[in-house]
């Protein structure tokens, strides 16, 4: 009796949550992986097996090899730069004594509050040619010559968007930073400055090793949000163009799955980004291996 | 002496790299909120200008015109639903995820774990077609469609993508307390539902505010799946609706509107943002974080 009462509780609390992650997140999963060997486009019931055919598609298309190529710069470009700036912002924050300590914390967490959709708006009006912030600011130095196009032009656009993407990230890292730091003990710091080391020294000798544990956790969000960052700002920002500049892994997937209906071959490129996205963080985190360091 | 001067250098120029990235971050937001209030003619001339006046017909035009009050209700429901049902339905299971024994424990645990890696960019395609496969079948057999264009459906699906974390989290925090409280409400004679609701629910409500919190700032500020869900021009959220102000801005100058909609989007956030971010840092460094 007192069995069937508690395998009952348990069932009953557990069924509900179980059905909505199986029915929302473990059946669409399957289906992006069953997809992608399908050849299935528009509303049409009609679905052909044609095994890898798809992925065979996608490597000779250089509309896909356009959208990796600027992926992969993002993930390079964004992950270095936020990574400095956030790893030096947070060593300043918890190791100096500055006036305005919280001041600053708050503020350059910001921009992680606002909807990506907010963040594409604001950088669109900084990035306008005639009337936009950046190039009226630039006038000041460079005079009345031509605007720069920072989202017309094929060649800058990828740049423009990582600048978004770092100005959104900054904050995030950075507080994440700063939690692990606050772990490191003082007392290391005072016998360090007892002999001599400065600043710097003592950012390499004993913050960074301390907290290389915590860094290499980052790296792997840095690869997988990039990776859907760039998606969330590219599609509200630029829609991938122009004609295409500015796609990347997965507005390559979104245009052709849901805009073009073309579901198989969308899908296709799903599973290769997600392939890709767990190589490459497998890759780095062998890489990155280093002996814990016990404090 | 030379020491001191030297390290009164550095403090000046740590001082300088945090002022200019508080500016870049700050002048940005600021400047929208300074041009929500300008005049569209003044949007010609330098942004840098001061607005003319308070000219607050802007927020009048967004919330009526560009349909931005419909839209905050749209997102003020599904919001309110989704956290409802999330916190509904991942309490109870966390709870007997993380403090009972039970043969199939461990691979619900493992297969909640491995959600944790499964992002909604990828899968928002198949649960459109999902649905929409439900649809073109409720159509032939009752001839009305359900699941797309559904404020509810878009909760749910807004909560069930948000299980993992939170069932990570909110376990997380069950596995770290004591067993004696439940062993007293037994011994007492409490059932297993007395003493998860009465007992040990209430003593999760730190985590609870945690995951209510960035719950909250996810769903308000999500829009793929709300763009792909939800088709009707009528039915749409406070982000999808700013991105269609966007577009129709391209075509038909109305630069005021805009900024005053993107105001009316991010104002919740940074009130709430104001009054919680102690709260909001450290739940984020205690629960790891979210992609």
């Not at chain 1, 919280?102 to 963040?119: A, C, E, G, W």
């Not at chain 2, 075509?251 to 009130?271: E, H, K």
Request: glycine share 6%; net charge positive; hydrophobic share 50%.
């Amino acid at each position: 009796m007192e069995k069937k009462k508690k395998s009952g509780f348990i069932i009953a609390c557990t069924a509900p949550a179980i059905i909505l992650f199986i029915i929302f997140m473990i059946i669409p999963t399957i289906d992006v992986f069953r997809m992608s060997m399908y050849k299935w486009g528009g509303y049409t019931a009609e679905k052909t097996f044609v095994g890898f055919e798809n992925f065979k598609k996608l490597s000779s298309n250089p509309k896909f090899y356009q959208a990796f190529q600027n992926s992969i710069l993002l993930i390079v470009v964004v992950t270095l730069v936020t990574f400095c700036l956030s790893l030096v912002f947070a060593s300043i924050l918890s190791r100096e004594k500055i006036k305005g300590q919280n001041f600053f914390r708050i503020v350059f967490y910001i921009p992680n509050i606002l909807s990506v959709v907010v963040i594409s708006a604001i950088f669109s009006a900084i990035y306008d040619p005639n009337q936009g912030l950046l190039n009226s600011f630039l006038s000041l130095f460079r005079g009345d010559k031509e605007p720069i196009l920072w989202l017309g032009s094929p060649k800058l656009v990828i740049y423009s968007v990582a600048i978004a993407m770092v100005w959104q990230a900054v904050g995030y890292y950075m507080v994440m930073y700063m939690a692990s730091m606050a772990n490191v003990p003082e007392s290391l710091y005072e016998s360090a400055s007892l002999e001599g080391a400065g600043r710097v020294s003592q950012f390499f000798s004993i913050t960074l090793p301390l907290v290389w544990t915590n860094i290499r956790t980052t790296l792997t969000f840095f690869i997988i949000s990039t990776i859907n960052m760039s998606f969330l700002m590219v599609k509200a920002m630029t829609s991938g163009g122009p004609d295409g500049a500015s796609n990347v892994f997965l507005s390559y997937m979104y245009q052709e799955a849901y805009t073009n209906s073309s579901y198989g071959y969308g899908m296709a490129i799903g599973v290769t980004v997600f392939i890709f996205s767990f190589a490459l963080a497998g890759i780095l985190n062998a890489v990155t291996k280093r002996d814990e360091i016990e404090f | 002496m030379k020491r001191g001067a030297n390290s009164n250098i550095v403090k000046a120029f740590i001082y300088l790299a945090l002022a200019l990235l508080a500016i870049t971050i700050l002048i940005p937001v600021a400047w929208v909120f300074v041009a929500s209030i300008k005049e569209n003619q003044e949007f010609y001339r330098s942004p840098w200008t001061v607005p003319q006046g308070f000219h607050y017909q802007n927020f009048i035009d967004a919330w009526q015109t560009a349909n931005m009050g419909e839209y905050m209700l749209k997102s003020v429901l599904v919001t309110a639903l989704a956290l409802f049902l999330l916190v509904v339905i991942a309490l109870p299971a966390s709870y007997v995820l993380a403090r009972f024994k039970f043969k199939t424990k461990a691979f619900w645990n493992a297969l909640f774990m491995g959600g944790l890696f499964i992002n909604v960019n990828y899968i928002v395609v198949p649960i459109f077609l999902m649905l929409n496969n439900g649809d073109m079948f409720l159509r032939k057999t009752f001839g009305k469609p359900f699941f797309l264009n559904n404020l509810f459906i878009l909760a749910l699906v807004y909560a069930s993508t948000a299980l993992p974390f939170t069932i990570y989290l909110l376990s997380g925090y069950f596995k770290s307390l004591a067993r004696d409280y439940e062993e007293a409400a037994y011994v007492d004679g409490a059932s297993y539902s007395y003493t998860m609701l009465r007992v040990m629910i209430p003593m999760a409500k730190p985590s609870v505010v945690t995951v209510v919190l960035f719950n909250f700032l996810a769903f308000w500020n999500e829009y793929i799946i709300s763009m792909t869900l939800l088709t009707k021009q009528e039915l749409k959220t406070l982000p999808v609706g700013l991105m269609n102000l966007m577009a129709a801005q391209k075509s038909a100058v109305q630069y005021g509107q805009l900024y005053a909609g993107l105001v009316i989007v991010m104002l919740p956030t940074l009130i709430l943002y104001m009054c919680v971010q102690k709260k909001l840092t450290q739940g984020m460094t205690m629960g790891g974080l979210k992609g």
